[in-house]
Each structure stands twice: as structure tokens, then as C-alpha cells.
């Protein structure tokens, strides 16, 4: 099928360009010997996912049981899971997994430790856990290097569990030297910092720079966004992933409407003005959403679009636009090669 | 099952409010005589689409071709598409609907009324078309009375083709204007103005006082959600609609965390401070977002709460809320009664 055929909106990935981040990021991972476990947040397709471990990942990330429940069913052995996980249910749901594959988890307190040891304990396994560290993201995350020892050694002293070493994110300047006190803290009581992981792909590039990372989590780096081109870690022409919108209505001169909006794109700004990269007309200002409307002004366009045009656009971030799809087209030049079911999209528990 | 057993975060829709807020609105219109054609933008259930009919509604209102699908497979008879169908699979998929119920659409273009007509006459159908009209809405719709007129007449002209009427949203004074002027520029070749459909919760307890519309269309009326609350069209005891969300960190003395993010609660604003009311803590301030965490002050509140606590949120906005889960529960009280799949969500085309 050739790409024009396909209805829109649509999101399309270029299986070339793909396949070059992935390999582009597990090259200067492995070159800087840093184990490579990516996020599938932003894609949640197992076929994508195998991609990433043939490449060379160590294994993935999840962020919900759901999305790890599966990738596991898909194949995937190794996943980790860096949320606090609470809750009778999602414990034993938890447990479930970490039985059939190689898990672990985060943690940020002695609550969440003390769920997470009773289910292992009488799952009858060991869990390893990591400590989420807050590295100025003010998301979650212990808040000094003397709370993340007390909870190792807390962690340690748990049946079921193994003290696992550090996870935060975002990886800044604060990263080293609160990874380098911990470990200090604790070289007295014989525990080992084994595994810091950390990730993002706006920072990628920069990951070497920081001495004490052992792991790399990254999401976007197999699509790509405008957030990611404006942050300098991508080039507008290796970005994968695009949706592709009919012009539906120019009811003004200026004025044109897509056939996409809030529930195609999402809201997510990231700090940038407009709701996308217009490809086709970059002077085109993508400012307004409805749900299933794109509002756009081409003033600034010198040539403007004519209805039943299609034009695409690069969004804002890819991760919650996948979310909002139900599938995912492949595509090779002008060639539609597979469509992927976004599998573990609205898994949010 | 009790609602504590669900696990978070998750959507809950309070039946016997959502019953009245259902039955409410279809009184105030059938006491105006004005036709009620509810959206089913904001919920995508099949079983509420019934419950809307069976209270009184002449049809329903879908957005996307998918959308009403889905609906008509599920039984109801009579959707309005206030779309541009543009592209010749959508053509397609309308033609073959169209056999199958009673559907009308909107055209604010020669171009998109064209292609009904030659799609309409192909299948041997005769396609009501109402004009899109902007009432300051700025998105699609024609921009003059004059253009509607013509364009009117251009549908009239057409084969497989039959003017429906007029569509607009918003509904504002500039609405019953509009319309007026439209209908004395067609009076004289004899073309009726029948159906003049309009819509918003916002304003809807304000349409009796728009002397021409005959037909409204409501959304979020029977759910509700921050938005509508600060609007004042609905108090927020009559908020049908919740999500139930886990405080999974208290990193700091002020700082919680929520299980749900940006993928559970989108990033719509609609001009709000902050991503939704946090019903338990009414000062808490729930400022930020990343994909799965949500990120609360709780400084303003004299009790805050512990990890572990369920939390319940009404979001800024039901419509892009309820198109992030698979499904929503149904419950009365504490009881869990139903589990709805939002069948008809993430068909975006």
C-alpha cells in the first residue's frame, strides 16, 4: 500500500530511521560501556522492543505492571520497573511477573519496601530494589544521599528483597555526587552500589560524562519529537515518527484546519509554542487544538495548503501521541510495510 | 466489589448521577421543544449512547467516522457527523453507513460537498448536509450568511445531496443573527432552513433563549468535570464523573505524588490553574504532570496525606480524560456494578 492510501490522521514510523537511533544509541552506549535498557513508553509495540534487545539492550522499561505484563507475555525477559508499587493487587500481580522473568524495582520509602518484602517473601522470591534518588526532577525520589543509605540498609534488611543500587532521573550535574555519597555511606556496612541508572533522551549524548552511571534508560530516542529536535539530541531529518492529517477546512484565507487535534496530538506543550512541526509548511504556526480539529495559521506560508491536502506533522512529544493511537504504521519510502498494535497503551494500573 | 478493591488509577462514573444529569438536560430541552442529540464524544460507550436514547434523544452525535460506527453496530439508528468527510475510503465507510441508518453530515466547503455527491449519488443515497457556520468559534464553518446561503443552494443543486440546515459551536449571540439571515436569503429560492443544531454544556441551560435552534448538542453534560464546574452549568455534587488515583510518594513535607499522569488525566487545561480538583484535599494544588506521576502541593492543607491513600480527582476535562482508558467502571455508592470498554475510543479516523 502506498502511504497516501492510508486514511488520516495516522501515525507512521519510518522503519529505517528507526532501526538507525536504535542502533545510533546502543553504538555510543556500548562504546562507552553503559548497559542500554530503554523505555517502551514511548512506543509499547513488542516488535519494537525485540528490535532494541537484538540491537543490544540489556533488557526494557517499564513504568506500569501492565505494559511489563506485556511485553513479558510478548517474550521480553528482562524488565525494570521503576515506580513505587503498592497495593495488595498489583503486588501479587507483581510477583506473578518476577516469577517468569529477571524484574526489579524502585522504591522511595519504607512503605513501599514493606509491601514490596511482604509479597516477595511470600512469593517465596528475591526482589531486587533500587532506590529512586530526586536529582532535581522534584517528581519522587529520596531527597539526600543519608535517606537513600538508611532505606539500602533498610532494604537490605528485608526478607525477599536485595538492595538493587540507584535510579533518578533527570541525569544533571547532582547525579555523580549523590550517587559518590551514597556509596560512601554505605562502603562501612559492606553494601555495594552495583547498578545506577539513569536516563533521558535529551541528555543522551552526555551520559559518558558522568562517571557513576552504569545504565541508561531512554525513550524517545527511537522516534523523536520537536521537543527532542529543539533540545539539540536529534536532527529534524532522523526523527521516525510522524502523523500525517488532511487539511479539512480553510475557512479563512490564512486559516487552515487539520483533522487532528487534542486527542490526536495531545496538549503537551514542553515548553514550546504551537502544537507541532508542520513538515510541509515549516512558517505554518500549529496553534490551537480542538479534540478533533488542528487549528493552523499560514500567514507567514508563502504557498498555502488547499483542501484535501495532506500534511505532516512532526508533533510535540511523541510519547503521549502514540498513546492516543491504536496502532502504528511502518513505513519504508512510500511503502506501507506492517501496522503494529500499540499493545500495551492504556495499561494504567 | 467495593470501589477500594479497584485498582488505581482508575475512572469512575457514579451511575445515579449520571442517570439524573442524563435525564436533566433532557427535560429542560423537551420543555423548549428543542431536540436533543447528545455527543458521544465524551464517554464512547455504547451503553450510555442507549441511555441517552431511551431518556428522549432524536439521535446521537459522533465526531469521527469510527465514532459512529461503532455506535450504529451497537443499535442506534439516527448520528449526526458535524464533520468534513473528506477522502475517498471515508467516502466509502459514510456511503455504506448511511445505507445502514439515518445519518447526516456538515459541509462548510464546495470541495467536501462535492465529494458527498459524487459518493452519495454513486451509492444511490440521498445525504442530508448542513452548513458548518463560524459564530466565533474560529474553527471550521463558513464566514457569512452570504457564503452559507450560496453554499446552500450549491447543496441543493447537487445529486445524491439534500440541505439539511445549519450547524454551529459555540452558541452566542451572534448565532440567532447568523441563521436569520440565512434563512431570508433563501426564502426567496425556496430552500427551508429545517434544523439549526448547536451545542456545549457549558451554555446549554442558556439555549431556550436562542429563538432559532431547533436541535443542541451536549457532551460533558453527563459527566462533568472541572471545566463545567467553574462554568457554572454544573454544581460539583452532580460531577458523575472521577478518577481514583494512589499517593505512591511524599518525597518531601509538602510534595505527593499520584499513579496517574499525563497519560490519565491529558494536559488540557481549558484555562484552568493546575490539572484537576482534588476532591479529598479541596487546597491541595495539583500543579504538574509527568506521563504516570502526578505531582501535588499539599503546604496549603492542614492534614495531608499519607502514601498508600486513595485520592479522587475530578478532572479539568472529562471528553480527553475518558479517551485515555480502556474502559471506565460504573459504580453506585461504594458498590462496583458495571465495567464499560470505551469501545469507540482511539478511532481517529
Known amino acids: 500500500m502506498h502511504i497516501d492510501d492510508l486514511e488520516t490522521p495516522v501515525a507512521v514510523v519510518d522503519l ?6 536504535i542502533d545510533k544509541l546502543q553504538g555510543y552506549l556500548d562504546e562507552h560501556h553503559i548497559a542500554n ?7 509499547k509495540i513488542p516488535a519494537i522492543a525485540h528490535m532494541q534487545m537484538q540491537a543490544g539492550a540489556v533488557g526494557i522499561t517499564c513504568q506500569k505492571i501492565g505494559e511489563a505484563e506485556v511485553m513479558a507475555r510478548a517474550g521480553i525477559r528482562d524488565i525494570f520497573l521503576p515506580y513505587n508499587i503498592i497495593g495488595g493487587k498489583k503486588l501479587e500481580r507483581l510477583m506473578a511477573l518476577a516469577k517468569t522473568i529477571n524484574l526489579s524495582v524502585t522504591a522511595d520509602s519504607e512503605y513501599t519496601v514493606k509491601g514490596l518484602s511482604e509479597a516477595a517473601h511470600t512469593a517465596g522470591i528475591e526482589l531486587p530494589v533500587l532506590i529512586e534518588f530526586d536529582s532535581g526532577g522534584e517528581r519522587c525520589g529520596v531527597q539526600t544521599p543519608e535517606q537513600a543509605a538508611d532505606l539500602a540498609w533498610f532494604i537490605s534488611c528485608q526478607p525477599g528483597l536485595k538492595f538493587g543500587g540507584l535510579m533518578t532521573y533527570p541525569t544533571n550535574d547532582k547525579t555523580d555526587p549523590f550517587v559518590q555519597q551514597v556509596k560512601a555511606l554505605l562502603a562501612p556496612k559492606g553494601l555495594q ?51 500525517i492529517t488532511t487539511v479539512v477546512s480553510r475557512p479563512t484565507a490564512d486559516r487552515g484546519i487539520f483533522d487532528g487535534g487534542s486527542k490526536t496530538f495531545s496538549s503537551d506543550l514542553l515548553g514550546l509554542t504551537g502544537h507541532g512541526l508542520v513538515v510541509d509548511y515549516p512558517d505554518a504556526h500549529f496553534y490551537g487544538l480542538s479534540e478533533e480539529h488542528g487549528h493552523v495559521d499560514f500567514s507567514k506560508c508563502a504557498i498555502k495548503p488547499s483542501i484535501g491536502e495532506r500534511v505532516t506533522v512532526i508533533p510535540n512529544h511523541c510519547c503521549v501521541v502514540t498513546n492516543l493511537f491504536n496502532q502504528i504504521v511502518g513505513v519504508r519510502g ?16
Open 37 to 43: 535498557r530503554p523505555h517502551i513508553k514511548t512506543h
Open 334 to 349: 512510500n511503502s506501507v510495510e506492517c501496522v503494529w498494535d500499540v499493545a500495551a497503551r492504556g495499561l494504567l494500573t
Open 16 to 21: 529505517d530511521k528507526l532501526a538507525a537511533n
Open 193 to 243: 552500589v552495583e547498578r545506577v541508572s539513569t536516563g533521558g533522551t535529551r541528555g543522551m549524548w552526555q551520559t559518558h560524562t558522568h562517571s557513576q552511571i552504569t545504565e541508561y534508560r531512554a525513550g524517545m530516542y527511537i522516534y523523536g519529537d520537536r521537543n527532542v529536535i529543539t533540545s539539540g539530541a536529534m536532527p529534524q531529518e532522523d526523527v521516525a515518527f510522524k502523523v
